[in-house]
Nanobody
Framework: QVQLVESGGDSVQAGGSQRLSCVAS????????MAWFRQAPGKKRQGVAS???????NYGDSVKGRFNISRDNRKKTLYLQMNTLKPKDTAMYYC????????????????WGQGTRVTVSS
């Protein structure tokens, strides 16, 4: 079945870096827009970064210039490199697949992983 499995979340001090990974299975990874969302305690889930099948990327305003999303289609893996982490980046991070090849908006993401927790301390 279609599955997304995240890893790499950990506790880190402010200013540090971390890389999240998401391994996909059960479908043709290269055919779909992929993204990372996050949800902080008591807040709504928000889009962090997306990447379409052509490699075009989009970022949420709060992470532009600090985070980088990439994909390795041969390994069926999505990555999120997070630099200059801040306490406000603390959240559960989710890997997700959109129901299309293009990433036209932050909606219509229908497949989700279980999440990986990132905690940034000051």
């Amino acid at each position: 079945q279609v599955q997304l499995v995240e890893s790499g979340g950990d506790s880190v001090q402010a200013g540090g870096s971390q890389r999240l990974s998401c391994v996909a299975s059960g479908y043709t990874f290269s055919n779909y827009c992929m993204a990372w969302f996050r949800q902080a305690p008591g807040k709504k889930r928000q889009g962090v970064a997306s990447i379409d099948t052509a490699g075009r990327t989009n970022y949420g305003d709060s992470v532009k210039g600090r985070f980088n999303i990439s994909r390795d289609n041969r390994k069926k893996t999505l990555y999120l490199q997070m630099n200059t982490l801040k306490p406000k980046d603390t959240a559960m991070y989710y890997c997700t697949r959109r129901n299309s090849s293009g990433c036209y908006s932050w909606s219509e993401f229908g497949v989700w992983g279980q999440g990986t927790r990132v905690t940034v301390s000051s």
